[in-house]
């Protein structure tokens, strides 16, 4: 929101603390586990919604607020995101937790929904703090700009908001449904690709014309694959200076045999064959350790990450590391055409090298056993195959599969000649639905910044037209004033106590851990060191900052547990800075 923007006459600009009230005093956490306590063996209807953020985080048996209230993140939201919200409005009965303010209107002044609007409107980038985790202190959040209108022009821009943007959620609607649509026809397309569906015509008007089946096609592939094998081994003999031994060629390792049990019946011409029958699968190579040495990295050879390989629509041309000599000696250097498939982690990710590249050994290699037939079907038929794949790793703490696994998985064979025109097919239908799908992204992107427009013309007074019988914002602004006042006189709060020094709380923080010796929560930590529920954010943060300084000297640890923080002593003897 910009400051040199010239309001309407009877606007005015102000700080939120001025105008909004915040009721950060109702806000509670409580760690997953306790929730989960709490509401086992509970009715939906017994729960109410427990806030966090940016939205729902889970369900609680309890509620502490019971108005309706804008929850404006105080961490974790996309406060530097100039289309996502940082701010949404809840009604009813329920929970929030530390990580949202709790911001209202006064009744019949400042309408809940103009504040809902405006701070998701306004620019935080001021108004923020934090290095790595940005944080909008309750104090910086009192000093954010607020644009005030009078009370009954505040309801004819919401209205008018609320009918623009019905408007553009029915458009965005209609474009996420021809997402999934996209999505679905992606799938189908791929399915009746590898069953035969997508070039039967093909195959009625080539009838006569194929001049090797799939069966033929497999056996030819078997021939080479053995050849290929025998001249490899020779080879090897060779270098070594040594005379083949007698029966040597009984060592080939055949390659796994289909298991056809329970599988569609394929097109006439097309035959079930296993991977290993078809190609050559090898990991990439790491012979040393550790894997990530600087020494390994920086040279010419461009090394292949499973990232890359995910991101890939089918072609790797270029890759963001690339491998020393010392790198390569303990890798391999892959060739161009070969197909990438990730065994670890996202499992059955597929692209194929348009370069020569190495890779870790979190991937596999696969190369055709003939150059004739295109690895490109292999890849798209892998696209099919990630869910099996995915279904048959093992269940370990990180889910991978083997060669072993991906030796006995089975494709259709058809001709050379089909398979030419199966993946030709699938290239240009890809393509097509490549370009509907950026088309698609291009209007929601469109549709999120009409919304930021909107907003910038209803805060600048350009969305309704003013009426001069409205109350201006300067009485309305006195008025707030004044029933604060009225307000505080009718329920005074108890004063709260005197807060402890720092340095008497940090030793009883210290003596809280000692005695802990383990990970404690911080908001138990506090809790037994005095520091009860609604003490202010910016306390909070003090004491922070302080454990942030005993972090630093290695005193202390702070790790982050779901929504908590956890601290540990590291060290007994600690003494005051």
Known sequence: ?????????????????????????????????????????????????????????????????????????????????????????????????????????LQGYVSNKFILHQMNYVDYQEHVSGSTRLKLTKTALTKMPFTLCPFNEQNRITDKIDELFSELDAGVKELEA?????????????????????????????????????????????????????QNKLEEFKKKGKNPPKNWQDKYPEPVQPDTTDLPELPEGWVWASISQIGWLDRGRSKHRPRNAAHLYGGKYPFVQTGEIRAAEQYIRETDKTYSEDGLAQSKLWSKGTMCITIAANIGETAILDIEACFPDSIVGFNCVIAEMPVEYVEYYFRVLKSKLNDEAPATAQKNINLEILSKEVIPLPPIKEQLTIVENLNNELESIKWQQASIKLGLNQSEAQR???????????????????????????????????????????????????????????????????????????????????????????????????????????QRQGDFDQLKLTTQDIKED
Request: charged content about 35%; overall charge positive.
């Open 178 to 230: 021809a997402q999934i649509k996209l999505k679905h026809y992606r799938q189908s397309l791929l399915k009746n690709a590898i069953e035969g569906a997508l070039t039967k015509k093909w195959r009625d008007d080539n009838k006569d014309k194929i001049e090797e089946t799939g069966k033929e096609l497999l056996n030819r592939i078997l021939i080479e694959r053995k050849q290929r094998w025998e």
């Open 452 to 558: 930021k427009n909107i907003l910038k013309s209803a805060f600048s007074g350009q969305l309704v037209s003013q009426n001069p019988d409205d109350e201006p914002a300067s009485v309305l602004l006195e008025k707030i004033k004044q029933e604060r006042v009225a307000l505080a006189k009718i329920s005074k709060p108890r004063k709260q106590s005197k807060p402890r020094k720092r340095v008497e709380l940090m030793d009883t923080l210290l003596e809280v851990l000692t005695a802990e010796n383990d990970w404690i929560d911080a908001q138990n930590a506090f809790q037994k060191c005095g520091i009860v529920d609604g003490t202010s954010t910016d306390r909070i943060e003090e004491i922070y900052t302080e454990l942030r300084k005993l972090e630093k000297t290695g005193r202390i640890k702070i």
């Open 1 to 105: 929101m910009s400051e040199n923007t010239e309001l309407p006459k009877n606007w005015i600009k102000c700080e939120l603390g001025e105008v909004v009230e915040i009721h950060d005093n109702e806000r509670k956490p409580i760690n997953n586990s306790e929730r989960n306590s709490r509401i086992e063996n509970k009715a939906l209807n017994e729960l109410f919604p427990y806030y966090g953020a940016t939205g729902q985080v889970g369900w609680i048996d309890d509620f502490l607020s019971n108005e309706e209230s804008v929850l404006v993140g105080e961490d974790a939201a996309p406060f530097l995101d100039p289309i996502k919200n940082k701010a949404y409005l809840v009604k009813g009965k329920f929970w929030v937790n530390n990580h949202a303010h709790i911001l209202r209107g």
